[in-house]
């Protein structure tokens, strides 16, 4: 049995007839001709093999099944407004999914800044975020199990990619520690101290850093553990732990910070947001277009998202 044909003019014209039980009035507010409606309700009508109007002198009344086809056709109409409203919102990158690696912790600084940034004004996207070292990161990326990543800039990468800004390299000492009076460190003065690195993250960038200022192998300790893990081993010893700048927004009683010097100015990693070429979802474009206005603010407040160590 073939199904009857109707559109979503007909549902519309359906009910402003028995919103206003005219088709006198219906037409008026749906802006056509009486004569035309009423020829769309009868070929609906004649589709459904139903009556769904009661003509009489004083207007038009549903019949029982019109009462129960103007319940579905409402149903139906809202959901394709629904429906409208959401493919509009994708369009425009509001909604979604946008599945994010992040090298480097965020609890404060740039990454920090641009994810509160993005997630006050796009609250309804599914923000999913994954961690790891740079490499695992782009290659995920690249196999598009990732729609994007922020990594520490360096080589590798042949992609799309925009600078994010920079972020600060620091020491995370116990508050007892000889080094903790210090307002800030240099590479030797670490290099009697022995050193704690996470295997994940950003860890293999800062023993490649700690190794090109001179800093023994041997008194770089790589372990398999969280960031919060290793400030509380910091915490209750000697061992120093390396962390970027937006470590530095795990709390914990017990622990500063402390900038290392390389020279005159503070160590720095540059940061990059990485994407695929010929990408073209509008969530990933439009975190992208915020993530390079947020790098803009930045740049011409260069105090913005740097956090207190």
């Known amino acids: 049995m073939t199904a009857p044909s109707f559109n979503i003019r007909d549902l519309r014209r359906v009910i402003a007839v028995a919103e206003h039980r005219s088709l006198r009035r219906a037409a008026l507010a749906l802006e056509v001709d009486q004569g035309t409606l009423t020829r769309s309700i009868q070929a609906l009508e004649h589709a459904l093999r139903i009556p769904l109007f009661e003509r009489m002198r004083t207007g038009a009344q549903l019949t029982a099944a019109g009462v129960a086809f103007t319940k579905i056709a409402a149903s139906v109409l809202d959901g394709m407004d629904e429906a409208m409203l959401h493919l ?55 196999a598009s199990r990732l729609d994007a990543a922020i990594i520490i800039s360096g080589e590798g990468w042949h992609g799309q990619a925009i600078p994010l800004g920079k972020e600060r390299v620091l020491a995370a000492v116990a508050r007892d520690h000889p080094l903790a009076v210090r307002a800030a460190v240099t590479w030797s003065g670490l290099s009697a101290y022995f050193l704690t690195l996470p295997r994940r993250g950003a860890g293999m ?53 402390r900038p290392i010097m390389d020279g005159s100015d503070p160590a720095t990693f540059d940061l990059a ?17 915020l993530a390079r206005q947020t790098q803009e603010d930045d740049a011409s407040f260069p105090g913005a998202g740097a956090g207190a160590v």
């Not at 996207?125 to 990326?141: A, K, T, W, Y």
């Not at 290793?230 to 009683?253: F, P």
């Not at 947001?273 to 277009?289: A, N």
Request: contains cysteine; hydrophobic residues 45%; glycine residues 10%.
């Open 273 to 289: 947001l990485c994407w695929r070429d010929g990408e073209s979802d509008p969530v990933l474009t439009h975190f992208v277009e």
């Open 88 to 142: 509009r919102l994708r369009h425009n990158g509001v909604v979604g999914r946008l599945r994010l690696g992040v090298q480097v912790s965020f609890g404060n600084g740039v990454v920090a800044n641009l994810l509160e940034r993005y997630q006050t004004v796009c609250p309804d996207v599914d923000l999913q975020i994954m961690d790891g070292p740079r490499e695992i990161l782009l290659r995920d990326v690249a």
């Open 205 to 257: 960038e800062l023993r490649k850093l700690a190794l090109r200022h001179g800093i023994p192998s041997e008194r770089i300790m790589i372990h398999d553990a969280a960031i919060d893990r290793l400030l509380a081993l910091a915490r209750h010893g000697d061992k120093i732990l390396l962390v970027t700048e937006g470590a530095t927004g795990i709390k914990m009683d017990g622990i500063v910070f």
